[in-house]
């Protein structure tokens, strides 16, 4: 199976909201550069997908979806890293996801 891998960086904010001891710091607002992969299973190697277009696609969605209008970037309120992988499988039909916060710690989601 052959896959083209998207890339975007997308500042933002989230929280999670029933952060207990010793991370409650976390359920207040706080900022990341989410750092995003997609996979998508493509049929032939010659620009089945074009990347650029779909990296396109999936950073002016979440950018009006999640209303970055300012240098706060996306508010992804509750949402975790596994929650944003979810969402974006089912909005852009990637094979699998992974989101990270940083460059460091995340998730990633398989169809």
Request: aromatic share 14%; charged share 30%.
């Amino acid at each position: 199976m052959t896959y083209i891998i998207t890339y975007n960086e997308i500042i933002g904010m989230h929280r999670w909201e029933n952060a207990k001891a010793p991370f409650e710091y976390l359920a207040n607002e706080h900022r990341h550069v989410f750092k995003i992969r997609c996979w998508f299973p493509v049929k032939h190697s010659n620009r089945d997908i074009e990347i650029n277009q779909k990296q396109y696609e999936i950073e002016s969605t979440i950018k009006k979806e999640f209303n970055s209008k300012d240098e706060k970037g996306a508010d992804f309120g509750g949402m975790s890293c596994e929650m944003i992988c979810e969402y974006l499988i089912s909005k852009f039909g990637c094979e699998s996801c992974e989101v990270t916060e940083d460059g460091f710690g995340g998730a990633y989601v398989r169809k």
